[in-house]
């Protein structure tokens, strides 16, 4: 049967709930927001504004995890004592891409009061995490560095200083070198910056020896769409000729037979872990072999057995380097959880094409992933919930429909990006990226929305509208209830394809078949005294929903256990709504539901 085919038991460790707290952000009241301003004239979130009372407030939201995205050091506009600006050629934006890593072992000075001291800073603000029992997420970008990049902190470690780079690969280079058979016309480095002001299209360093973007650009003359100001990283393995890396060490490799990339890369995450960083969020995972995850992993593991690393992977990337699926390897090198990709683009395209929530149930057939994806409405790459140009134009009640279904419909980590909890909409441009939709990760500016949660660093949401505070609550409730043990490590039944032909599920107009934008399902436990909730979404943007009732089949309440003659319902989420059924009727006449408003979901625990 097709939901015998679905159901999976989440694993016994704690449910991560991450919240990814970006610090250029997170803590910035300077609300100046002038496009292409400077650190002085914008502002930036620090360290220290991240503090006790802050971190406690997540926490209290139901948070186990805290991503601090962007804190390593990166290419930057802005100058320091020790640190001079970098080429504004190899920049995006002003404050410069946080993927584009300048040293693995620093931090970005831009977050510390005293610039001097920004390693002391970052150790004492992983001590307010701990003690607030948080664990932390930093990025880890294996993919591709800095043009500039240079280790000040670890001098030797530094990539690129002994390779070859008379030839384009060599297994030991840290780097791919372009020669006078690339296309280009050769050098010098030719960057797609020339126009900008101060930028004159070449780099120093790159006028004689010209290295590969990374993103896998073998040219001297890169785009402007390519990811120019960074160079590609070497694991042992020519990109160019194909995705076949069985030639590389195996998981038990001793460090002195594997490439050197692979050591370095090693020592990073020793570091960090050492420092007293949890996880690692790891940017563009599939482009790196999956021998090395097997391998880095497993050392990393036996530092910190609980050491948690989650990967942004897409399995449509031409890039990738397995002929697998992405997901099912990276899962067996190792990871905790990877990006649900397909999940958030069919949740866009019910609002922005002709997708159906019925469309939904596809993407859950794989079992063995269903709770081992990482589910998010929003996050730093992907535009906001509450944008007027995307996701229908609702405003931020579309994140609440969006929200009860990638978080509720499988037991893996579930990710919440700042602002989006008080409906953050990025309106406007800020520097490199334009109106894009997205909050810029490329310069200096602030969330305007959040900041008035911060309130001054009071971080008691003072200046929030009702409807803000009303939203933030809704979020906190729902990510308390994702740790309950119906969504941690409760089993997924779809009731949408039960219900296509009842009229009574939630059509609208002169619909003739249902399921276009209600969404239902079971999450149980299934055994003797253990919790179940049927979740109930009306994802309609403007119409509220009248007379549903909801059909759960007879193979349903076989697979629940269900014995009981009468089933009671109980909403945990935001109503104080109860109901009941007898057993017998709900494979027929149905669950009575409520009014339905317009987004909004009903998370319904069975007694």
């Known amino acids: 049967m097709m939901e015998e085919q679905r159901e999976s038991a989440a694993g016994d460790m704690v449910r991560p709930r991450i919240y990814q707290l970006m610090v250029r952000h997170f803590g910035n009241t300077n609300l100046t927001r002038k496009v292409d301003g400077t650190l002085a004239e914008n502002g930036c979130g620090k360290f220290v504004d991240i503090d006790a009372t802050a971190l406690e407030a997540l926490r209290g939201m139901g948070f186990t995890h805290v991503w601090l995205t962007g804190v390593l050091e990166q290419a930057s506009g802005t100058s320091f004592v020790d640190r001079p600006a970098d080429d504004p050629d190899i920049l995006k934006g002003k404050a410069g891409s946080p993927y584009a890593i300048k040293d693995y072992f620093d931090v970005c000075p831009d977050y510390a009061v005293d610039p001097?001291?920004?390693?002391?800073?970052?150790?004492?603000?992983?001590?307010?995490?701990?003690?607030?029992?948080?664990?932390?997420?930093?990025?880890?970008?294996?993919?591709?560095?800095?043009r500039s990049y240079h280790s000040d902190v670890m001098p030797n470690l530094s990539f690129g200083r002994k390779d070859r780079t008379d030839r384009f690969f060599d297994r030991d280079n840290n780097f791919y070198y372009l020669g006078g058979i690339h296309p280009g016309g050769g050098p010098p480095l030719k960057l797609p910056a020339g126009n900008q002001p101060g930028c004159d299209g070449l780099f120093e360093q790159e006028k004689e020896v010209g290295r590969v973007t990374g993103n896998n650009v073998v040219s001297w003359d890169p785009a402007i769409c390519d990811w120019y100001e960074t160079v590609k990283l070497n694991y042992g393995h020519d990109f160019t000729t194909g995705r076949d890396t069985s030639h590389l060490p195996g998981p038990d490799g001793h460090p002195g037979t594997v490439p050197d990339t692979w050591r370095k890369m090693d020592a990073v995450l020793e570091f960090w872990q050492e420092l007293g960083v949890g996880g690692f969020?790891?940017?563009?995972?599939?482009?790196?072999?999956?021998?090395?995850?097997?391998?880095?992993?497993?050392?990393?593991?036996?530092?910190?057995?609980?050491?948690?690393?989650?990967?942004?992977?897409?399995?449509?990337?031409?890039?990738?380097?397995?002929?697998?699926?992405?997901?099912?390897?990276?899962?067996?090198?190792?990871?905790?959880?990877?990006?649900?990709?397909?999940?958030?683009?069919?949740?866009?395209?019910?609002?922005?094409g002709q997708k159906w929530a019925n469309d939904i149930d596809e993407l859950v057939w794989a079992i063995d992933r269903l709770h081992a994806m990482v589910r998010y409405g929003e996050n730093h790459d992907e535009v906001r919930l509450a944008n007027p140009q995307r996701w229908g134009g609702l405003g931020s009640k579309v994140g609440r429909a969006v929200s009860a279904i990638a978080f509720g419909i499988g037991g893996g980590p579930v990710m919440l990006y700042n602002g989006q909890e008080v409906g953050e909409p990025a309106i406007g441009a800020e520097g490199f990226s334009g109106d894009d939709g997205r909050s810029s990760i490329f310069d200096y500016g602030a969330l305007p929305e959040l900041a008035k949660w911060v309130n001054g660093h009071r971080y008691d949401g003072g200046k929030l509208s009702m409807e803000q505070r009303e939203l933030r609550e809704w979020y906190g409730k729902l990510m308390r209830l994702c740790g309950e043990p119906g969504f941690e490590r409760g089993w997924f039944y779809g009731l949408n394809h039960a219900n296509l032909e009842n009229p009574n599920f939630g059509r609208v107009g002169l619909e003739t078949t249902s399921g276009h934008w209600l969404y239902v399902f079971l999450r149980s436990e299934r055994r003797p005294g253990g919790q179940t909730f049927l979740v109930v979404v009306n994802m309609h943007g403007t119409a509220s929903m009248e007379g549903v009732r909801v059909r759960v089949p007879e193979h349903a309440l076989g697979w629940l256990g269900m014995r009981r003659e009468r089933v009671l319902f109980r909403d945990r989420l935001m109503t104080d709504w109860e109901g009941e059924a007898e057993r017998g009727q709900l494979p027929t006449q149905g669950l009575a539901l409520p009014k339905l408003e317009a987004c909004s979901a009903l998370f319904l625990e069975l007694g």
Request: aromatic letters at 12%; hydrophobic letters at 45%; glycine letters at 6%.
């Open 116 to 146: 001097a001291r920004r390693l002391v800073e970052f150790r004492g603000l992983l001590k307010r995490c701990e003690a607030a029992e948080l664990r932390t997420i930093i990025d880890f970008v294996p993919n591709h560095v800095a």
């Open 281 to 352: 969020r790891v940017d563009m995972a599939h482009m790196v072999p999956m021998e090395f995850w097997k391998w880095v992993i497993r050392r990393a593991r036996k530092r910190e057995e609980q050491v948690f690393f989650m990967a942004e992977a897409y399995d449509g990337d031409p890039a990738k380097l397995t002929d697998e699926d992405v997901v099912g390897a990276l899962l067996k090198s190792g990871f905790e959880g990877v990006y649900d990709g397909p999940l958030y683009h069919r949740l866009q395209a019910i609002y922005e």
